[in-house]
């Protein structure tokens, strides 16, 4: 039995489908029992948690072989960092609560450096916490989701101008379909490393993207001119304030791009790499305005 927990999210349900079409017995964990309809087809059991209860998670994660952890971002809290590593602390302790054999965390690309990466930051603190651990430990380190383009598609149709803060436009970034992290989770629950030094995949999808190729993709499919432009670095907050982001959380994700343009967040070196299959051109086609 593997739990994986949020599993109402993209890639918690990629994880549950690719297991079950193994016929693997899964245990979904989730907030509520509001959407659980397509989990519960799939066949797998239904345990309700919130992530930010240590003795809510135990309960639910009890006796498990492995377990598929993902954490709640908090992109409206007014401290979204402390929110956040408030809910990977009560998971953790839930963890060594039960003692898993086997865990796989979604993390992220850049999660080994220390300072200076904003929201990533967080990833950090759950790699650290889980390093505490018995158990044989996989870190699935993610690109940035190409399904984070929906908070810009809007004002882009309207306007005709795409805003990045991937500077320059010509940089090419690292990015991946969050259901083919799902995948290539559900593939590595499968084959757990032995215990000891945890194993460090990264995930990434077929190839690598400018904005000049996010803009090209969206006006191609939308079938109308959209323009690529660097935001200004001053910009940045209010844009993310726009698009539904707390001042906490929006802080973040400048720090976090600040570190990318700089060049310091890419795959890490004896890191393995894997890739997902979906391109660019599905997922922004799947994200327009129907």
């Not at 000049?212 to 940045?236: F, H, I, N, Q, Y």
């Amino acid at each position: 039995m593997i739990a994986v927990l949020g599993a109402t999210g993209r890639i918690g349900q990629a994880t549950a489908q690719a297991l079950r079409a193994q016929e693997v017995p899964v245990r979904a964990v989730v907030r509520s029992r509001e959407r659980v309809g397509q989990l519960e087809a799939l066949g797998c059991k239904v345990a309700v948690a919130d992530l930010r209860e240590c003795e809510q998670v135990a309960a639910a994660i009890d006796g498990v072989d492995a377990v598929h952890v993902m954490f709640p971002t908090a992109p409206q809290a007014p401290d979204a960092l402390s929110e956040m590593t408030a809910a990977i602390d009560a998971v953790a302790g839930a963890l060594r609560a039960t003692a898993p054999p086997a865990i796989l965390a979604i993390s992220d690309y850049g999660a080994e450096l220390e300072t200076g990466t904003g929201v990533t930051l967080t990833f950090h603190h759950l790699e650290t916490r889980l390093r505490e651990l018995p158990s044989a430990l996989t870190l699935l380190r993610s690109a940035e989701h190409m399904q984070n383009w929906a908070r810009q598609i809007p004002a882009a149709l309207q306007t005709g101008t795409l805003g990045s803060l991937h500077h320059p436009l010509t940089k090419r970034f690292p990015t991946v379909s969050a259901p083919d992290v799902g995948v290539a989770a559900a593939t590595l629950l499968l084959d757990p490393p032995a215990a000891g030094q945890p194993r460090i995949v990264q995930v990434e999808g077929p190839q690598r993207y400018t904005a000049l190729d996010v803009a090209a993709v969206l006006s191609d499919v939308a079938g109308r001119t959209v323009v690529a432009r660097e935001l200004a670095r001053g910009e940045w907050k209010a844009a993310l304030r726009r698009g539904g982001l707390s001042d906490s959380y929006a802080t973040l994700i400048v720090e976090l791009f600040d570190a990318h343009n700089a060049g310091r967040i890419d795959v890490a070196p004896g890191s393995e790499v894997r890739h997902g299959t979906t391109e660019l051109r599905d997922v922004i086609a799947s994200l327009l305005p129907r």
